[in-house]
């Protein structure tokens, strides 16, 4: 099951009112850390498939801590964890997690973001086997939509970017028939678009 929590706060709004103006950003980076942790586990434990989506999940924090300033530096093992490295991921982490929860946001910060995420075809391709290319592809839909919908939420509205996140996240719908070709270049028409703002 895949979850993201600032889309699912969305789905299911709390039944208080929120004061922070970027809760949705603070909840989809802090949520993504911890979610980083705890897949950590189902990697040692050699759950199907979990090491694609820990490595995607790595791969996009890395994409969004390495320029962000105010985050502490995540960067994670390009190969299996061991039992020995579980507790320094833990806590770079939970560091991280933390840290996302005060991060002070701007619409900069979240427009840069934004674009760099958007740019970052190419690297879906670094990553061996087609599972994990579809992961990576996953995260960063998923990453680019979320900073789309705050960015609304803060009068940014980028004209296109709607339509072109929806067929992105068709590519992925059916993962065994992704085409990571297609993806790119759906990817690149996105990117272009956000180029815009």
């Not at 929806?166 to 993962?175: G, N, Q, S």
């Amino acid at each position: 099951m895949i979850f993201e929590l600032d889309s699912q706060t969305v789905s299911e709004p709390p039944h208080w009112r929120e004061t922070d103006s970027w809760i949705g950003l603070h909840s989809w980076l802090a949520g993504q850390a911890v979610a980083y942790r705890e897949e950590t586990w189902h990697v040692l434990e050699n759950a199907p498939g979990s090491a694609a989506r820990w490595q995607a999940l790595g791969w996009v924090l890395e994409l969004a801590t390495s320029g962000l300033k105010g985050l502490p530096e995540f960067s994670v093992p390009r190969a299996s964890v061991t039992p020995g490295e579980l507790a320094g991921l833990e806590t770079g982490s939970d560091r991280l997690a933390k840290s996302a929860a005060d991060f002070v946001w701007t619409t900069e910060a979240a427009q840069d973001l934004l674009q760099r995420l958007a740019s970052k075809g190419p690297g879906i391709r670094e990553v061996p086997g087609a599972d994990g290319e579809v992961r990576r592809a996953e995260v960063l839909v998923q990453a680019m939509d979320r900073l789309v919908v705050e960015l609304n939420h803060h009068g940014v509205v980028i004209p296109g970017s709607a339509r072109k996140l929806d067929v992105l996240f068709a590519d992925l719908r059916i993962p065994d028939n992704f085409d990571l070709n297609k993806f790119c270049k759906d990817l690149g028409d996105f990117s272009e678009c956000v180029g815009k703002i």
